[in-house]
Nanobody, 121 residues
Framework: EVQLQASGGGLAQAGGSLRLSCAAS????????IVWFRQAPGKEREGVSC????????YYADSVKGRFTISSDNAKNTVYLQMNSLKPEDTAVYYC??????????????WGQGTQVTVSS
């Protein structure tokens, strides 16, 4: 059974930083990709960043490019999202999701629970 555990959310001030973690069990990192999504109240879910484990390629939404960094520790089966220069509009519930394959998808098969990120101005 695949399980994803997201953590690291919390309250930050604008301009601050947070690091989210997504720990996976039952999922072979080397054969898949991990995506971070976020959803703010009243808004549609947004893909934030994706990493393809087999080759390390990363992708970012324009809204976070240059501020967020995704990385993975395949030995620990954990993916991180380092969020710097946070803005109030980054406030959302962040989810990590995973699927086998080498192309980042919009609706991966496996999802973790969300972690709340709140950025105050």
């Amino acid at each position: 059974e695949v399980q994803l555990q997201a953590s690291g959310g919390g309250l930050a001030q604008a301009g601050g930083s947070l690091r989210l973690s997504c720990a996976a069990s039952g999922f072979t990192f080397d054969d898949g990709y991990i995506v971070w999504f976020r959803q703010a109240p009243g808004k549609e879910r947004e893909g934030v960043s994706c990493i393809i484990s087999s080759d390390g390629k990363t992708y970012y939404a324009d809204s976070v490019k240059g501020r967020f960094t995704i990385s993975s520790d395949n030995a620990k089966n954990t993916v991180y999202l380092q969020m710097n220069s946070l803005k109030p509009e980054d406030t959302a519930v962040y989810y990590c999701a995973a699927e086998y394959g080498t192309v980042c998808g919009h609706d991966p098969e496996y999802w973790g629970q969300g972690t709340q990120v709140t950025v105050s101005s």
